[in-house]
Structures are given as structure tokens and as C-alpha cells.
């Protein structure tokens, strides 16, 4: 295709940048777990921080990765958190209301799905702009998770034990004389994670993403379907926002309205701090994780060092601006060349 011809230069390009990007990324990330190893190794270098750690950054993980996929196509996605909420209140409801578990989980699904198919209609179709209508999409599902438990918590008590108990189960696998656990959670995260970004890398049919990213004029001309590409993309997003819930509303045996508040934050400077762009055309599966790990240390940093939670929430707006500012050299220099 003609597209193909006319991106490879600029696509080997933004290939080797993004390995380098990962690699100081790798580095940087390194250099946190010195330092906080350095001032509490006993607390710092242990398996049950370590798995701490991954184990809670796992609902960051799904939300930065659905966060990665519509920027990539030039888009934006700032209701990712409210609609976690609001998938994980249904979800809960229907469990309460003795909704058998796996038709509570299409349903739920349905409701995320169709928030991810809102977004992208109005965007896509109608023409409005990603920020206003994801940030509409924001306070609406938020509100309508609100009112549905008046801010309450639900839980399931009667719900199939085994839901609320396998997002926390653990996998115990025997390493030397040690042996180690790893919550479902996190090994599902991983997996679900891992086998999208395969996917992204290597499946033809993904590629679309990037090339609608670089230049929605040549993949229209190519021959590219790019409205059902881009609403692919935030439909996609939406699933793994619904995976997030999901995993979320197992572990804490609740649903609530305030999950995920500020979420779409941390997603987005994950996101971009992992290679993400902000004009699309760039992003990886694994520059978003880590992304999300780097934001994961500082804050496990805060909580060992006894630091201010205010200054944890003031780092990460800086260390967005930062990448925001990386983002917008890269373009430059992609621009001249």
C-alpha cells in the first residue's frame, strides 16, 4: 500500500526512538529502586513489597494501556476512571440483586462497552472534539454510578463465592527455597496486557492504529476504513476498562462510585511517559507499563519515606509535564525530518 511506502522511513524512525525512550525508561526506573532501596532496604527490598507494588498497579496498568490505544489513533480518553466506576457499581448491583456472575459480567461489559461506543460516535462521527466529549463522558458516568448508590458501597454477600475471591487468590510457585505468590489479579493483568501489545507489535490488522495515528489523510487514501478503525480503538479501550473494574470490584468485594478518581491522570502520564504521543502515531504496550511502574515506585517511595501524599500528587503532574515536553521535542525533530 502506498501508506506503508510513505511511513516506513518515519516509522523506523519513531521505532528507534521509542526502544531508546524504553531504555532510559528502564534506567530511570532503576535508579528510583537504588534510591529508595538505598534509604529502606528492610522495608524497600522485599518480596511482599515488590509484589505490593505490581499487585496494586495492576488497575493503573489496564487503564494506562486503554489510555495508550486511543492515543495512538489520536485521540483522548479522560473517563476512564468514571467509567470504571460506573461498570464496577453494575456490576456489584446485579451481583447483589443475585444476577448470576457471568451474565452480571456480559452485562457490566455492555454498559462499558457502550460508554466506549458513545465516545467514539460523538467523536468520530459527529466531530467533537476527544477532550470535551470524554470529559462529559467523565462527569456523566460518575454522576449516574453516584446516584444509582448514593455514594454508598455495594456489596455481594450472596454472590458465587469464588468471584469475590479469585482477583486476591495467588498462584504460589516454589523459586530456590523460597516460595513466591502471585495474585490473580496481577498474573491476568499481565497476560491480558502482554498479549495486546504482541498483538499491537506484530498483528497487520493493529498496524491500522498507527498508521491512522501518523496521517489520517494517507490511510484514507490507502484504502483504510478510519472511522471504524478510530471507534475500534476507544470500543477497545473501554474493554479494558471493564477488565479494570472487574478485577477491582473482586478484590475489594465492592462496588463504589469513587473508584478511580484521578485515574485518568495517572493513565495519561503513564501513557505518555511510556512513549505515547500526544499527536498519535506512537505508543507501546511496554513503554506504558513502565510508565505506570516508574509512577508505582515514586509512590511506594512516598509511603516508605513518610512523604507528603500532596507532593506524591504534585510529582506526578510534574513528571507529566516533563513528558509532555519530551513528546513535543520528539515531534519537532520529527517534523524536520
Known amino acids: 500500500m502506498a501508506i506503508a511506502a510513505a511511513t516506513k522511513p518515519r516509522e523506523r524512525m519513531n521505532l528507534a526512538f521509542a526502544a531508546n525512550r524504553q531504555f532510559w525508561l528502564l534506567m530511570i526506573n532503576l535508579v528510583v529502586i537504588g534510591l529508595i532501596g538505598y534509604f529502606r532496604p528492610e522495608a524497600f527490598l522485599s518480596w511482599t513489597n515488590f509484589k505490593a507494588i505490581l499487585t496494586l498497579m495492576s488497575y ?12 495512538i489513533v489520536r485521540g483522548l480518553d479522560l473517563s ?10 453494575v456490576l456489584a448491583m446485579l451481583l447483589k440483586d443475585g444476577t448470576p456472575v457471568y451474565l452480571a459480567l456480559i452485562l457490566s461489559l455492555g454498559v462499558a462497552l457502550l460508554c466506549g461506543a458513545i465516545n467514539s460516535v460523538l467523536i468520530v462521527k459527529v466531530g467533537l472534539l476527544p477532550f470535551l466529549v470524554t470529559l462529559a463522558m467523565m462527569t456523566a458516568a460518575r454522576g449516574v454510578a453516584t446516584v444509582l448508590t448514593t455514594g454508598q458501597y455495594v456489596s455481594f ?6 468471584f469475590s475471591k479469585f482477583a486476591r487468590e495467588e498462584i504460589r510457585i516454589p523459586i530456590g527455597d523460597m516460595v513466591y505468590g502471585f495474585p490473580n489479579m496481577l498474573l491476568i493483568t499481565l497476560a491480558v496486557t502482554g498479549l495486546f501489545g504482541l498483538l499491537l507489535w506484530r498483528w497487520a490488522p493493529m498496524r491500522g492504529f498507527f498508521y491512522l495515528g501518523e496521517s489520517p489523510e494517507a490511510a484514507k487514501l490507502s484504502g483504510l476504513k478510519v472511522d471504524r478503525i478510530a471507534i475500534s480503538a476507544y470500543v477497545l479501550a473501554a474493554a479494558f476498562v471493564w477488565v479494570a ?5 473482586s478484590a475489594n468485594k465492592i462496588g463504589y462510585a469513587n473508584y ?6 495517572r493513565a495519561l502520564a503513564a501513557a505518555v511517559i511510556g512513549g505515547a504521543s500526544l499527536s498519535g502515531g506512537a505508543g507501546s504496550v511496554l513503554g506504558t507499563f513502565l510508565g505506570v511502574l516508574l509512577l508505582a515506585l515514586i509512590g511506594n517511595g512516598f509511603v516508605l519515606l513518610n512523604g507528603d501524599p500532596n507532593w506524591q500528587q504534585a ?4 513528571v507529566l509535564i516533563l513528558a509532555v515536553a519530551i513528546d513535543a521535542i520528539r515531534r519537532a525533530r520529527g517534523g524536520d525530518a
Open 157 to 162: 454477600p450472596y454472590a458465587a463465592r469464588w
Open 245 to 249: 473494574a472487574v478485577l477491582m470490584t
Open 315 to 318: 510529582t506526578v503532574g510534574a
Open 60 to 71: 493503573d496498568l489496564l487503564l494506562a494501556v486503554a489510555m495508550t490505544v486511543v492515543l
Open 80 to 89: 476512564v476512571g468514571s467509567v470504571l466506576a460506573l461498570t464496577s457499581v
Open 260 to 265: 478511580g478518581i484521578g485515574a485518568e491522570l
